[in-house]
């Protein structure tokens, strides 16, 4: 059974941080890269970030510096930290597999960066 369950979001200024969690259903943690995905009103959805179950780790160009993805494999926890948040930035936030075919999307957590 795959689950994806994504917490963190909220409402911060611009130049501010937020740190987002994924639960992972083990089935899924234990066998796939990892990456969170992002959707902005009125646009498809992109890759945020990536990272194997080996620890590496892509970006898009848009976040490069500023956010950081980790994965906790003891908790089947995927995490992402965002640094420097922009009103670009925001979207909804999920996580899916990575350099895999996506698996069911769960309901996404809100970002939202305004002064």
């Known amino acids: 059974q795959v689950q994806l369950v994504e917490s963190g979001g909220g409402l911060v200024q611009p130049g501010g941080s937020l740190r987002l969690s994924c639960a992972v259903s083990?089935?899924?943690?234990?066998?796939?890269?990892m990456g969170w995905y992002r959707q902005a009103p009125g646009k498809q959805p992109e890759l945020v970030a990536g990272?194997?179950?080996?620890?590496?780790?892509n970006y898009a160009d848009s976040v490069k510096g500023r956010f950081t993805i980790s994965r906790d494999n003891a908790k089947n926890t995927v995490y992402l930290q965002l640094n420097s948040l922009k009103p670009e930035d925001t979207a909804v936030y999920y996580c899916?597999?990575?350099?895999?075919?996506?698996?069911?999307w769960g309901q996404g957590t809100q970002v939202t960066v305004s002064s």
């Open positions: 899916n597999t990575y350099l895999a075919s996506r698996v069911g």
């Open positions: 990272i194997t179950r080996g620890g590496s780790t």
């Open positions: 083990k089935n899924i943690f234990s066998i796939y890269a």
